[in-house]
């Protein structure tokens, strides 16, 4: 069984999202400290100008060291508005936009405190959309252990798998050696880049995973699924 570890992300990027179809088992990283840089309260997509940011505004991203599980939104503008109706002005012409728009209306008309709530459901949406049925598991609920390479044999073990499947950039993080002589595989994952449709001139990558279901549909998962690179480290 395929291990791997994924952060919380607002509709996360294409790369990211790979992972839901590589491995067996995703442990969602909401434990895991928040960046206020990094793309967990932001996603992008496709504008006739070019690629836009839409970003989740929260209330604790100047507290240093605070979880992802206890970021709170900001709520005094409406960003929900604003970006569904960015995603309904940048997308309503794609193939697919109709197909899927219904189902994301629960995620910008709830009113969200908690910034995981609102990732962990916009995650559920894009597993479902896939008809992907990888088990997630919030990290929050497993065993908190600081050392890294620990931390993968005990998961792993935790979630009774024998393979973990990593980002070139992770093998800088743990010790590799520690963790095969556990009895557990690594191997490296990577999404090579595809060409997929687009509209609007100049082709982008990567954006939010929106945008290629949006313009390619049902064909999303096979045309991911021929791009994905494994290879044992």
């Excluded at 998961?155 to 024998?162: G, H, M, R, T, V």
């Excluded at 945008?211 to 049902?218: R, S």
Aim: glycine share 4%.
């Amino acid at each position: 069984m395929v291990f791997s570890v994924i952060q919380p992300s607002y509709f996360p990027g294409i790369s990211v999202t790979g992972k839901l179809l590589a491995a067996d088992k995703i442990i969602w990283a909401d434990s895991f400290i928040f960046n206020r840089h990094s793309e967990i309260n932001r996603t992008k997509i496709k504008a006739i100008t070019g690629s836009k940011w839409l970003t989740v505004p929260v209330l604790s991203a100047n507290q240093s060291g605070e979880k992802i599980q206890h970021i709170l939104i900001d709520n005094h503008e409406n960003w929900a508005k604003n970006h569904r109706r960015s995603i309904h002005l940048n997308y309503k012409n794609t193939a697919y936009y109709y197909y899927y728009c219904d189902g994301l209306e629960p995620i910008f008309h709830n009113e969200w405190n908690c910034l995981a709530d609102i990732l962990w459901a916009s995650l559920e949406w894009i597993t479902s959309a896939l008809h992907r049925k990888t088990q997630i598991i919030k990290s929050s609920e497993l065993p908190a252990i600081q050392d890294r390479s620990e931390r993968v044999i005990k998961w792993a073990e935790k979630l009774n798998c024998d393979t973990y499947l990593i980002h070139d950039f992770e093998k800088n993080l743990i010790d590799l050696n520690r963790i095969v002589n556990a009895g557990i595989n690594v191997l490296n994952y990577n999404l090579n880049r595809f060409d997929y449709f687009q509209q609007y001139d100049g082709f982008i990558y990567p954006l939010s995973i929106l945008d290629i279901l949006f313009n390619e549909g049902e064909d999303t998962s096979r045309l991911m699924k021929e791009h994905i690179l494994l290879e044992q480290v």
